[in-house]
């Protein structure tokens, strides 16, 4: 068992471009999370899976954000139209119960 | 909003217990209350979590108030490897969980 991965670590696009990251989640989990966060602050949760459906998506979440996740596995995070705003760690998390097992994330900046 | 305070830091000495602070005053009868760390760099990492009951695993102990407004974290001997922000969360019936600053955790040698 490896973990949780995802791919980039590291992502720098330029405004307005799409950028598109992806979680793989530990094989057995079925609960997949996506969340944000900003230096000096906790993550914030941006949405929910459990298996292929998506059950909770913030409300705080712009239109520019859509998450999939096909087959219940490996889920993708797609942000259209990059904005300044959107620099932060994306962090991603799987689990089946009470515990969350998080990834290392994906470190956007958009210049 | 978190729905949680804790103190924005604290220090302890290595190989002294520490006992990490969180109210939780709006917790209600059904969610749990979990603490997870986040060390430089890196995704938060599980910690415990419990729902009325003391818990205990190998990596802390939760103690939980009798009427579940607050609990605290006790980390039975720190280390220079346990310098972290420690988050504690209250969790509804879908798991979401609304994070906030956490408490930075010192450890002096």
């Known amino acids: 068992d490896t973990g949780v991965s995802q791919n980039p670590r590291h992502k720098i696009t330029k405004r307005g471009q799409n950028v598109t990251f992806r979680c793989d989640p530990i094989?057995?989990?079925?609960?997949l999370y996506w969340y944000r966060q900003t230096l000096g602050q906790g993550p914030e949760f941006l949405t929910y899976?459990?298996?292929?459906?998506?059950?909770?998506k913030s409300r705080l979440l712009s239109d520019r954000f859509s998450a999939e996740r096909p087959k219940g596995s490996f889920s993708t995070l797609e942000i259209q139209r990059t904005e300044q705003g959107d620099s932060a760690m994306y962090l991603c998390a799987s689990g089946n119960n009470y515990e969350q097992y998080f990834g290392p994330g994906t470190r956007l900046t958009v210049t | 909003d978190a729905k949680t305070t804790q103190p924005n830091s604290m220090e302890s000495n290595e190989e002294e217990p520490v006992h990490l602070p969180c109210n939780h005053s709006t917790i209600s009868g059904t969610d749990y209350i979990h603490w997870y760390r986040q060390l430089p760099s890196q995704g938060p990492e599980y910690v415990i979590h419990?729902?009325?009951?003391?818990v205990n695993n190998r990596m802390a102990s939760l103690a939980i108030a009798e009427d579940r407004k607050s609990s605290t974290l006790i980390l039975h001997r720190a280390t220079l490897r346990d310098a972290a922000v420690y988050y504690c969360?209250?969790?509804?019936?879908?798991?979401?969980?609304?994070w906030g600053a956490g408490t930075k955790l010192i450890i002096k040698p």
């Open positions: 419990g729902l009325t009951s003391n």
């Open positions: 899976f459990q298996n292929e459906a998506q059950l909770e």
């Open positions: 969360l209250q969790g509804d019936s879908n798991y979401q969980l609304i």
């Open positions: 094989s057995e989990h079925n609960r």
